[in-house]
Nanobody, 111 residues
Framework: QVQLVESEGGLVEPGGSLRLSCVASGIIFSIYTMAWYRQAPGKQRELVGS???????NYVNSVKGRFIISRDNAKNTVYLEMNSLKPEDTAVYYC?????WGQGTQVTVSS
């Protein structure tokens, strides 16, 4: 079956960086767009960004210039590199492929 497993998030100070990864199994990873979403407390889940099979990326305006999505098809892994983190980036982060979701990982930005 399809499984998406995110790496552990964590607590980061404002201005810090963190990289998340998501390993996929059960799908032909290389042909699918992969996406990252997040859900902050009391808010709806929102799309952070995505990367196509060809490596084209798109980001929500609030993270443009700070977050980078990349993929390694040989490792069936998609990455979310988060830089210049802000308290408002605090959320549970999920990876998604087609209709499948990872379990989510908590990222907290706080001093």
């Amino acid at each position: 079956q399809v499984q998406l497993v995110e790496s552990e998030g964590g607590l980061v100070e404002p201005g810090g960086s963190l990289r998340l990864s998501c390993v996929a199994s059960g799908i032909i990873f290389s042909i699918y767009t992969m996406a990252w979403y997040r859900q902050a407390p009391g808010k709806q889940r929102e799309l952070v960004g995505s990367i196509s099979s060809g490596g084209n990326t798109n980001y929500v305006n609030s993270v443009k210039g700070r977050f980078i999505i990349s993929r390694d098809n040989a490792k069936n892994t998609v990455y979310l590199e988060m830089n210049s983190l802000k308290p408002e980036d605090t959320a549970v982060y999920y990876c998604k492929s087609k209709g499948f979701w990872g379990q989510g990982t908590q990222v907290t930005v706080s001093s």
